[in-house]
């Protein structure tokens, strides 16, 4: 239903992959993974979804998502600003991720790497073919600068991250060399990994922390072509890409261009995309993908509606609370946020049955917690018994299911009782609840997006069953961003994308040291130092199975510290798409792949050319209508 808010979701899934520290002892290799053996051998040809022989050429036209529906910036990797969409193109890493591995790497500016016996350092031996666009040369300083802007001067969220990176050295042109500090360095190696490398002699001159459209110098597929803020962006194929042929790339990139198209409605998005203004879309709201295709278009098969799945976790996506405001103290508050809504009345009537409940920090996966804690979980928990709530050693938090008819009273007297019980005490003359200082409880949902409000609407209408003032702020996008990254508001939707194996990200998430830092992920301002810890021990587990306990261990924890109200997922991608694209026989399993290995089938686009009405984009389709600026 929600688009991920975060600007740096594609840059997290696959940054930090986790090494072990006994599955590379001291020599190079050509790929790194987590916890066993490499799936593709050092000779390997080609990833195994995608077809190498694919052609090369035509332009695929997406939608532009995000928190905002215009851009204002070229560096999706500071604070400031609204970064474009698909700005990963246009930056190499020294591995790229191979998405039918749950975590593995190979090389792709680094032909290899060695990872210290101790897991306390990594060397990356270069490729002397790496060039950036304008044909110098990848180089060791290339490498380090990158690092160092991004430590010093990136994102908060990256800073922290990167915190136990002690240094970065070059040992020549072509080598580079990591240390690392401290116990927890099993994430290290493949978050360096897979770092975007920037130009050194390029951000010489260039402001790196400044919000900017000049096109940026990069060493990736991709360069901008053309632009126009609130309308579009296109990215066009480099003929003379250094990496073209590598295994990492052989079938990858067959587009010439990539175009994203920005919408500040949903509705004209999809009506843009029913009249052919663009060609693929991912639906997030159930109702037009349930309703809003029945179209001639898709009944003749030249609209597709297709479903891809999805093998990752879900995410964890929800009403978040910012505990950092008083009212919200009171985790009988927050409890009682969560009984008030209804999801399966809102299954039934707005999403038509799409959709299941979200329960768990790591919905979809084997690291949610279910019965009461195994032996392991105990080992972990049970030296912070006097710190927790009796609740993380029972079965852990669920949210209540209702009968969906509407009639929520049972729970909607549970949750009264709470806020009741933490000192809310209903008015004699307005049915609002109130404090011992005479103050209402107010509570004000932050959206940016329309569609939004006929979920958010009921809710809040449940809530002032209870006696809360609740209420609805609709803000532009931009607004929105600004309020978020300060944590201005009461409660907001976030969904996090969590990977496979989950790692030092999670501090980012959910740590104390991220609860204040502006921009930071960690919306709900959890500051537990039982979090911490078993955040530590998801970091330190050097086995599958210990990593599964200790994310049993910090979902158990924060479930128990209501933080959110959990919304709902579902284990797929639902998209459409023009019929004039062919696809490799199989999709890669933990990314959708569309614009990574897809390609123009001519004769379905001749066809599809042959048959398509000729009617006019819909009024507003291109809100915003600026001069395109060309790049240099």
């Not at 997006?449 to 006929?454: I, L, N, Y």
């Amino acid at each position: 239903m929600l688009r991920r808010h975060s600007k740096f979701a594609a840059w997290f899934m696959p940054l930090a992959l986790a090494v072990s520290a006994t599955a590379v002892l001291g020599e190079p290799k050509h790929g790194l993974s987590i916890f066993g053996d490499l799936k593709y051998p050092a000779d390997f040809q080609h990833f195994g979804y995608v077809n190498p022989d694919a052609p090369k050429g035509g332009r695929m036209v997406t939608m532009g998502t995000g928190g905002a529906s215009t851009f204002d910036s070229f560096n999706a990797y500071i604070q400031k600003g609204d970064a474009a969409q698909g700005l990963e193109y246009l930056f190499d890493t020294l591995m790229a991720r191979a998405n039918d591995e749950a975590d593995a790497a190979y090389g792709l500016i680094a032909k290899s790497a060695d990872v210290a016996g101790d897991g306390m350092s990594v060397t990356f031996k270069l490729r002397p073919e790496a060039k950036f666009s304008d044909g110098s040369a990848v180089t060791a300083d290339d490498v380090i600068a990158s690092f160092t802007l991004l430590k010093e001067k990136g994102h908060p969220s990256i800073s922290l991250t990167l915190r136990d990176v002690a240094a970065a050295e070059a040992l020549d042109a072509e080598t580079v060399r990591y240390v690392f500090t401290g116990k927890l360095t099993r994430d290290l190696p493949l978050i360096v990994a897979t770092l975007p490398v920037f130009s050194k002699a390029y951000y010489a001159t260039q402001p790196f922390d400044e919000t900017s459209l000049k096109p940026p110098l990069g060493s990736g597929p991709y360069t901008i072509k053309d632009f126009a803020p609130g309308t579009h962006v296109t990215y066009m194929r480099r003929a003379d890409y250094w990496a073209r042929d590598l295994p990492v790339n052989k079938g990858r990139f067959n587009f010439d261009e990539v175009r994203y198209d920005y919408y500040r409605d949903r509705n004209i998005e999809l009506e843009a995309l029913k009249s052919g203004g663009f060609d693929y879309r991912e639906e997030f709201t159930s109702v037009n993908w349930a309703t809003a295709y029945d179209i001639d278009a898709v009944r003749q098969g030249r609209l597709i509606k297709d479903v891809l799945p999805d093998d990752r976790p879900s995410g964890a996506q929800g009403f978040f609370i910012n505990t950092r405001r008083d009212k919200f103290k009171d985790v009988r508050v927050r409890q009682a946020l969560d009984l008030a809504f209804d999801f399966e009345w809102s299954n039934k009537k707005l999403f038509y049955g799409l959709y299941q409940r979200t329960a768990s920090f790591f919905e979809n996966s084997d690291m949610k917690a279910t019965g009461k804690p195994s032996a392991a979980e105990l080992a972990l928990l049970e030296p912070y018994k006097d710190k927790l709530s009796p609740a993380v050693f029972d079965e852990p938090y669920t949210p209540p299911v209702t009968d969906a008819s509407g009639n929520n009273r049972d729970n909607l007297k549970k949750a009264r009782d709470l806020i009741s019980a933490a000192g809310w005490a209903p008015g004699t003359s307005d049915r609002l609840v109130r404090n011992a200082a005479g103050e209402t409880l107010d509570i004000e949902m932050l959206l940016f997006e329309p569609a939004f409000e006929r979920i958010a609407g009921p809710y809040t209408e449940n809530l002032k069953k209870i006696g809360i003032n609740a209420s609805i702020r609709r803000v532009d996008p931009a607004q929105y961003e600004r309020r978020m990254k300060s944590f201005d508001f009461d409660m907001a939707t976030q969904r996090y994308a969590l990977r496979l194996t989950p790692g030092v990200e999670l501090r980012a998430y959910w740590g104390t040291d991220a609860a204040n830092i502006d921009g930071s992920f960690n919306l709900a301002g959890i500051t537990d130092p039982v979090v911490d810890a078993m955040i530590d021990k998801v970091m330190e587990a050097t086995s599958r199975d210990a990593l599964v306990t200790a994310a049993r261990a910090v979902d158990r924890v924060l479930r128990a510290g209501h933080y959110w109200v959990p919304h709902y997922y579902k284990a797929s991608h639902t998209v459409a798409f023009w019929n004039k694209f062919a696809r490799p026989a199989s999709k890669p399993k933990y990314d959708p792949g569309v614009i990574d290995t897809w390609w123009i089938d001519t004769d379905k686009a001749a066809a599809l050319a042959a048959n398509m009405p000729q009617t006019p984009s819909p009024t507003g389709a291109s809100p915003v209508q600026p001069a395109t600026q060309a790049a240099p």
